[in-house]
């Protein structure tokens, strides 16, 4: 097997060149102003020391740049990781200590592992189970309460909470204790920042600047306000008057070390790692292949996944948080014109320079600061809206959705996205268990079939073609059973049923009993029971079975040759039809279908 597959480094930097690298080298510059302020801040809504949020946008930008197939993700701490780490530590220590920081560090490898034992073993279709409405609803409520998280930063109280009910609730009660300065701050950045977003780039082009520049001075504004207001707090000695500061930052690159290895450590955070690992590589993938269509590119789903296996492991073994692929992070990467991976690893240069270079005046940061940073970044996460249109579109997904919010928000991160999961294959299972079936007619002059509650077509009062819009398995076996004998029940001059299987993709054995039951059925009462339609790979599993073979009627090709042979069959055999084609399949022959 070629190295490339399981290193795709290899495989691009052959036709690398300076072309390339310009555009790496120009867009690695971009995503460090972005990064620093945001690996800063992210480490700081998980609870860790923040130069671990710079420690994790080193190594596993460049483990990622090797392994990974997206020239456009970057990967490093996102919010909503940052946050589901927080949730899964806070039982464990307190955030902060050397036992909460080695959980933390236990906590990445070990998401590490699960992400590459799923790449190796190709199972990245698990990541299915995750619907789309479940991980919005999830993220939405995530964004919400790291939101309200960062309020404590912003008025200089403390207050904890693992749900917007006890975070709400400790903020209430601090009120008294405010400080008035820390609240300035946070404000005025919050006010910046958000203007800047919304604004500034309309503003810079309509005075004739460049919208390359334009773009790059919204996307450094994080950075001007962490210079701004770091000096403010040297040059006023804020921390005089309360404004809580990052604080000591220590300088230097990260030590390479194994994170604890207690059995029983690894054991209790492990569904906490599946957790983020999961919500992480969804998020990752969904920002990956939506970038890559737009160059007509592709990646690989299982790579990605040990990619992000190999990314997780390495801030592990470094001294960072769990990291995943960052949403506007990885669009500005994309707009900034990266070509290759290799953009991660030059930003991942950018943060080491950053950290050997800039640690001692990140010591009179205001946390404020950072939490206004989170609040402004986390905004794009929450999408309300998206309940509504969801819920009007389809009832068990919003229903699915709003529970998954409501959860989150009201009790813990964990059991928003369990009861959201466990409630989309419920609802689905459900659905399944009841399939839209119906009984169809000819359309006239023509060989299309449609329902005959909805149009005027053509029906015979000895066939009945009932057309199945689902595939057939446990779940719905005895539904089936069921609709075919009251349909049977409510037409006593019925010779001929045809199950039209056009839907059908699977039959698994709880289904083939329930056919077989169903055949014995009909014949008992004078019927005959008849397939059409049935597509070549269920038809493959049918042909060497007993109800193939004891099958009262026939197996037709299409829903028009069993109208013909049993409805008119006078047509049916007419010389003159010019669509006049074979009208049976036999089930043990070998035509392909």
């Known amino acids: 097997m070629s190295i490339e597959r399981w290193v795709p480094l290899f495989g691009w930097l052959r036709s690398y060149n300076r072309k390339l690298l310009s555009r790496d080298a120009l867009a690695a510059i971009i995503v460090t102003l972005m990064l620093v302020p945001q690996a800063l801040a992210y480490a700081l809504l998980a609870g860790l020391p923040p130069e671990m949020g710079l420690y994790a946008s080193m190594l596993p930008l460049v483990l990622y740049a090797i392994f990974g197939t997206s020239a456009s993700l970057a990967v490093g701490p996102v919010a909503v990781a940052a946050l589901m780490t927080a949730s899964a530590l806070s039982n464990f220590a307190s955030p902060g200590s050397p036992e909460y920081i080695g959980a933390a560090l236990v906590l990445a490898a070990l998401s590490g592992l699960i992400l590459i034992a799923m790449g190796v073993l190709r199972l990245g279709f698990l990541v299915n189970f995750l619907s789309h409405p479940v991980i919005s609803g999830f993220i939405t409520a995530s964004g919400i309460l790291i939101a309200i998280s960062q309020l404590r930063h912003i008025l200089g109280v403390e207050a904890s909470g693992h749900n917007i009910i006890d975070l709400m609730g400790a903020l209430l009660s601090q009120w008294q204790q405010v400080n008035i300065t820390t609240l300035l701050i946070g404000l005025g950045v919050w006010s910046f920042l958000l203007v800047c977003r919304k604004r500034l780039n309309t503003w810079l082009t309509a ?226 268990s009841q399939p839209h079936s119906a009984v169809i007619g000819r359309v006239p002059g023509t060989e299309h079939f449609r329902n005959v509650k909805r149009h005027q077509v053509e029906t015979d009062e000895n066939v009945a073609m009932l057309r199945i819009d689902e595939s057939l398995y446990f779940a719905n076996a005895r539904y089936l059973e069921d609709t075919v004998m009251a349909l049977a029940a409510r037409s006593p001059s019925l010779k001929h049923i045809v199950l039209t299987c056009q839907a059908v993709n699977v039959i698994d054995a709880s289904a083939l009993e329930s056919l077989e039951a169903i055949n014995a059925r009909l014949n008992d009462s004078g019927a005959k029971l008849h397939l059409a339609e049935v597509k070549g790979p269920v038809m493959d599993r049918l042909q060497h079975t007993d109800f193939c073979r004891e099958l009262t009627g026939q197996v037709f090709f299409t829903t028009f040759d069993a109208w013909q042979a049993l409805a008119h069959p006078a047509e049916a055999n007419s010389p003159l039809l010019p669509t006049q084609r074979e009208e049976t399949t036999s089930c043990n022959s070998d035509t392909p279908r």
């Open 207 to 432: 005075i004739g600047v460049s919208a390359s520049i334009a773009g790059l001075i919204v996307k450094a504004a994080p950075i001007s306000a962490v210079i701004a207001t770091t000096l403010l707090a040297w040059g006023l000695n804020l921390e005089q008057r309360g404004v809580a500061l990052v604080g000591a930052v220590p300088s230097g690159l990260p030590a390479l070390a194994l994170p604890n290895l207690e059995q029983s450590l690894w054991l209790s955070l492990l569904p906490a790692a599946l957790l983020i690992s999961l919500v992480g590589f969804v998020e990752s993938v969904s920002v990956a292949q939506t970038l890559a269509a737009k160059r007509r590119q592709r990646i690989d789903p299982n790579q990605e996944l040990i990619a992000l296996g190999m990314a997780n492991l390495g801030a592990g073994i470094s001294g960072g948080s769990p990291v995943s692929g960052g949403f506007s992070r990885s669009v500005v990467n994309f707009e900034a014109g990266a070509a290759t991976p290799l953009a991660g690893a030059f930003t991942a240069l950018g943060i080491m320079l950053s950290t050997l270079l800039l640690t001692d005046l990140l010591a009179f940061l205001p946390t404020a600061t950072l939490a206004a940073t989170i609040i402004v970044a986390v905004g794009t996460l929450i999408d309300l809206p998206a309940v509504k249109r969801t819920w009007q579109y389809s009832r068990s997904d919003g229903l699915a959705m709003v529970a998954t919010l409501l959860l989150t928000l009201l009790h813990s991160v964990e059991l928003g996205i369990i009861s959201g999961v466990v409630l989309s294959l419920g609802l689905h299972l459900y659905r399944t």
